[in-house]
């Protein structure tokens, strides 16, 4: 679990080792004395390394330190998504409402940012016209190319054809701003304004028969 810094009056140390807001050694001097320089310049005295004896503590506004260590926290959640492979199997000869069907899938696992195993299954003498399958890959690669791109051309596999679509950087990094957005939303305690859901109608009322 992450602890902020002390700030300010919170630091306890009589004595600390102080960093300019620039990051020059400013040397060690009393607490009241460092605290004195921060209002001097209109910034905050934050201790960076409390272990140290005496404390290092530092010059710096420390809104903007939390701001910008929020969007650096949030980049590397982004980063750190992992990329799931989904598979989605199809026929030579599909029907055209399945078909949609199941484009509507990959265009789904493609926006939450998964990368597609889609696999053409051949059967009996379907197995002699793989032509079939690459005109089927290539029509679905078509039209899903705002999304994501092939990653993999279509390949043979004994009785099947494998061709794996991966999502776009720009459609990768929306589904991961959305799983942060939806991750922040559920953190954020509630604000005065707020609507507290409505009880459920059974719980309103006893309907339980005489």
Known sequence: MSVEPRVNE???????????PEGEQVGIVPLERALQLAADVDLDLVEVAPM?????????????????????????????????????KL??????????????????????????????????REQSRPELGFRLLRRLSEEISELGFVEASPK??????????????????????????????????????DVAPAAPAAAAADTTAE
């Open 91 to 124: 026929r030579p000869k599909i029907d055209p409402h399945d078909y949609e069907t199941k484009k509507g899938h990959v265009v789904r696992f493609l926006k939450a940012g998964d990368k597609v195993k889609v696999t053409i299954m051949f059967r009996g």
């Open 10 to 20: 919170q630091i306890r140390a009589r004595e600390v080792r102080l960093v300019g």
């Open 52 to 88: 140290a004896r005496p404390p290092v503590c530092k010059l710096m506004d420390f809104g903007k330190f939390k701001y910008e260590s929020a969007l650096k926290a949030r980049e590397a959640r982004r980063n750190q998504q992992q990329t799931v492979i989904k598979e989605m």
């Open 156 to 193: 043979q596999d004994g009785r099947n054809m494998i061709m794996v679509l991966a999502p776009h950087r720009a459609t990768k990094a929306a589904a991961a701003d959305r799983v942060t957005a939806a991750h922040e939303s559920r953190a954020r305690p509630p604000r005065e304004g």
